[in-house]
């Protein structure tokens, strides 16, 4: 019981300094869409000869948390990570005839600060594959399975002179290179893996108050 | 024995639906399946396989009557021509696999005929539609 107390009062005190972080962005870049482990893109032009084509894919996600917390090593947030990447092939011969895959990730993350305006963010966790056939109208959702990404990000709101500073607050916007990928088995044995290389753009709202400290 | 004879009469009966009913199970053979049903042609043609590295299509099936499966092999050698490629004028028992080997690939990509990512004309089969992920098979 004094150990909880103890731990509470530590937590409350060592919160009193931190807040909240939010970011909220988008990306793009080439996906690979892998069915144990074959291109499915090249997989399809072989049988269509070169008639298949894919979009960009897309890249969404949300994180939460809270920070920073000093661990000398700069600023650090613990963050939770909601996130899809989507990738689409379609077929050069029909319109109407594309394949959708889409995966949804979840899990814990950390955010670090290693220079005052570098935003590292690494995440791993759980995630789920749709295959979406729009000319079947054929749905299929995957089991569970894991994901992890890494990404790199300027913080333009970190560097910014002190009068701009002041007026943006804790408010940021990040660009960085981000790269994510899954790996989910699904009921025909077959699993679907999907690597996204990708570049983004975020809003943030990052506590810095302690950040800031530490740098000066 | 009356009895007997209507005993014996009674085992020949059932003999007989025993291996009436087993013979309609051996009949449903290796690929048979619901989704998937053969409607039965006198001809095949995979197209534009030359344009890539396709080097080969194997058509694996069931012969409906006594389990064996059949295959048929045609290796693709010439480059350039963008048509027909396979031609295979025998009538073939239902649910046959359709099997693609190309180069520097050491397994057969199959696919049953009937899925819906393939275009069936009535005579030639072309595939036109993207493959189902979780349905291309390699044997």
């Not at chain 2, 009535?122 to 390699?138: F, S, V």
Request: hydrophobic share 40%; charged share 20%.
């Amino acid at each position: 019981m004094k150990k909880v107390l103890l731990f509470v009062t530590v937590f409350i005190a060592f919160a009193s300094a931190q807040g909240p972080y939010f970011d909220v962005g988008f990306g793009f870049g080439e996906i690979k869409t892998r069915i144990d482990g074959k291109d499915y893109v090249k997989e399809a032009n072989i049988l269509l000869a070169n008639n298949v084509n894919d979009h960009e894919g897309i890249e969404f996600s949300i994180k939460t948390g809270y920070g920073p917390f000093g661990l000398g090593i700069g600023p650090l947030y613990v963050v939770a990570d909601l996130g899809l990447i989507e990738h689409s092939v379609f077929n050069n011969l029909y319109n109407d005839d594309e394949v959708i895959f889409t995966t949804y990730m979840f899990g814990p993350g950390v955010i670090l600060y290693p220079i005052s305006f570098i935003q590292i963010g690494l995440s791993a966790g759980l995630s789920v594959a749709t295959v979406n056939m729009a000319k079947e109208n054929i749905e299929i959702e995957s089991d569970l399975g894991y994901m992890y990404s890494a990404s790199v990000a300027y913080d333009f709101g970190a560097n910014l002179e002190p009068s701009f500073r002041e007026l943006l607050g804790n408010h940021s916007f990040l660009f960085g290179f981000k790269y994510s990928g899954s790996r989910n088995p699904t009921y025909s044995g077959k699993t679907i893996k999907m690597e996204t290389p990708s570049f983004f753009i975020k809003y943030a709202y990052i506590h810095r108050k302690k950040a800031v400290s530490l740098s000066k | 024995m009356n009895t007997k004879r209507f005993l014996l009469l009674l085992g020949i009966a059932l003999a007989m639906m025993l291996a009436v009913s087993c013979s309609d199970d051996t009949n449903t053979g290796p690929y048979e399946t619901d989704e998937f049903y053969y409607h039965g042609s006198d001809s095949f043609k995979v197209i534009n396989a030359s344009e890539h590295d396709i080097t080969g299509v194997t058509i694996r099936t069931w012969d409906g009557a006594d389990s064996t499966i059949i295959e048929y092999n045609e290796l693709i050698s010439k480059k350039g021509g963008s048509k027909s490629l396979l031609m295979l004028n025998e009538v073939l028992p239902r649910n046959p696999l359709m099997c693609i080997k190309a180069e520097n690939r050491p397994k057969l990509d199959c696919i049953r005929f009937n899925s819906p990512s393939y275009t069936w004309d009535g005579k030639d089969l072309y595939i036109t539609r993207l493959p189902h992920p979780l349905e291309m098979e390699a044997l």
